[in-house]
């Protein structure tokens, strides 16, 4: 019992020392915060609910795949393997835009670089709309993750560099990512029985070109030290190094495995909410209107990223995480083990609600642990790279699938929810500090 207290009280003190030299950054930003004017405060809701829209647009695309991958399966006739391709190929755009995003943003700012990322996904979806043959199908895909990388990374920066709430509003604007989840299955499941299944993706055009123009008007292509200024918030801290942001970011190994978990983390959310309606279809025998589990489990997602928060406070951020993903494990045997069509399905919205608050509280743990003139860059090569997840696992899934059958999703992902857990463990607790 006293050795529980002892360890108790150590956590504590690491996540106080961890979140000290954040705390004393922002610190001089209190009173700035306070002097704000009526028309910066409603800026700055306004710019904030304008990254939203993008994490909105993000959270439409990965929800949409999971119920139209049965029909595209069918009207190309491919098998798992093949059309595992649409993960591989946007693997590629995601791993393309997450590198380009650390030259971009030095060269072109905030303001451009979110929009060539919106630009980029209005250019995929109308390829994706005309259903071209599987080859120039799969290249919007391509396009699409590289602007997803884009605007993923810099939506993510600018919400980490705030100085009013950012944990919050990092856990508001992942919330945000699962509500764009969570209503695109709605609509994809009734386009997958249409003959017209593509037309789907005249729906997302449509979102994507809402999110350009709301983008260019809001931020005017600044830099983001330009759109801070007119909230009244100062530019932050900068580094001493003559060493690119680039180079110094690459160094960090503490970078390195959160980007890795990132990418574990969003290749499971994606997998659940992509493959899990084929193997409720193939394995439980489930009608076509099992795209609905798709919608439950992101619906779970956007709950957990909100209504977690007091927990994730009470319970500290580091530690609650090993909590959930324990917990996740758990709901994931169940969905493995008992076959039941409802139990499944309310597992799985479960597992979202579990799942929700891991991302933002990583995105987090990063701002407290990394030198503040690097966080904005970090974060966007971290969400940049992690989004390759939503890719590379799903592919993983089919190529396994193809082999083995769709039963395999099981104990995959349980599996990659305990490296996952292993990966948390690896994170530093302490902030680094580089010059």
Same mark, same amino acid.
């Given at each position: 019992?006293? #050795? ?9 003190? /690491? ?5 000290s ?34 994490m909105?647009?993000?959270?439409? /695309?990965?929800?949409?795949?999971? +119920? ?9 006739d491919? /098998?798992?393997?093949?059309?595992? !391709?649409?993960?591989v ?7 393309t835009?997450?590198?380009? /995003? ?30 071209? +043959? ?19 990374a810099?939506? *993510? ?8 709430n950012?944990?919050v ?12 989840? !969570? ?10 029985? !249409? ?11 449509g979102?994507?070109?809402? *999110?350009?123009?709301? $983008? ?27 060493k ?31 493959? #899990? ?10 009608g +076509?209107?099992s795209g ?31 909590i959930?993903a324990?917990?996740?494990?758990? $709901? ?6 008992? +076959? ?55 592919? !993983? ?12 999703l ?12 292993? $990966? ?7 902030a680094?500090?580089?010059?």
């Open positions: 019992m006293q #050795m529980t207290t002892i360890s108790e009280e150590s956590d504590k003190h /690491n996540e106080m020392q961890v979140g030299s954040a705390s004393d950054s922002r610190a001089a930003s209190v009173f700035d915060l306070k002097a704000q004017t009526k028309p910066q405060r409603l800026r700055a809701r306004v710019q904030f609910a304008t990254v939203c829209g993008a909105y647009l993000a959270g439409w /695309n990965d929800g949409t795949t999971g +119920p139209l991958l049965p029909r595209i399966q069918k009207v190309y491919l /098998n798992f393997a093949v059309v595992s !391709l649409i993960f190929f946007a693997c590629v755009g995601f791993l835009g997450a590198f380009a /995003n650390l030259y971009l943003d030095e060269r072109f700012g905030f303001g451009k670089v979110i929009v060539i990322g919106s630009v980029c996904q209005v250019i995929a979806y109308a390829i994706e709309a005309a259903a071209l +043959p599987f080859p120039a199908f799969v290249l919007g895909y391509v396009i699409n993750g590289f602007g997803m990388a884009l605007q993923d810099q939506s *993510n920066g600018f919400v980490a560099s705030l100085k009013d950012p944990e509003k990092m856990g508001i604007l992942h919330a945000v990512y699962g509500g764009g989840a !969570l209503s695109s299955p709605l609509v994809a499941t009734q386009f997958a029985q !249409l003959p017209h299944w593509s037309f789907h993706y005249l729906c997302s055009l979102v994507a070109f809402i *999110n350009t123009v709301l $983008l260019i008007a809001v931020f005017g292509l600044k830099t983001q030290d330009e759109c801070l200024a007119q909230i009244g918030q100062p530019p932050g801290e900068k580094g001493t190094s003559e690119s942001q680039f180079s110094q970011i690459l160094r960090l190994r503490a970078v390195h495995i959160l980007a890795f978990f990132i990418l574990t983390l969003v290749g499971v959310e994606v997998t659940v909410g992509g493959w #899990m309606v084929t193997y409720i279809i193939d394995v439980r025998g489930g +076509p209107s609905y589990i798709s919608s439950g489990f992101w619906g779970g997602l956007m709950v957990g990223r909100v209504t977690l928060l007091w927990v994730n406070k009470k319970v500290g951020e580091r530690r609650v995480l090993f959930y324990i917990l996740a494990i758990g $709901l994931q045997l169940v969905v493995w083990l008992v +076959p039941s069509l409802i139990g499944d399905g309310v597992a799985v919205s479960l597992i979202g609600v579990i799942l929700g608050p891991m991302y933002p509280i990583a995105m987090n743990h990063t701002v407290r642990i990394l030198p503040e003139w690097l966080i904005t860059g970090s974060i966007g090569w971290i969400a940049g790279f992690g989004q390759a997840g939503s890719a590379l696992l799903p592919f !993983l899934t089919g190529a396994i699938a193809s082999k083995t059958g769709i039963k395999s099981q104990p995959f992902l349980v599996s990659m929810m305990a490296f996952l857990t292993v $990966l948390w463990a690896l994170v530093p607790t302490t680094r500090r580089t010059t």
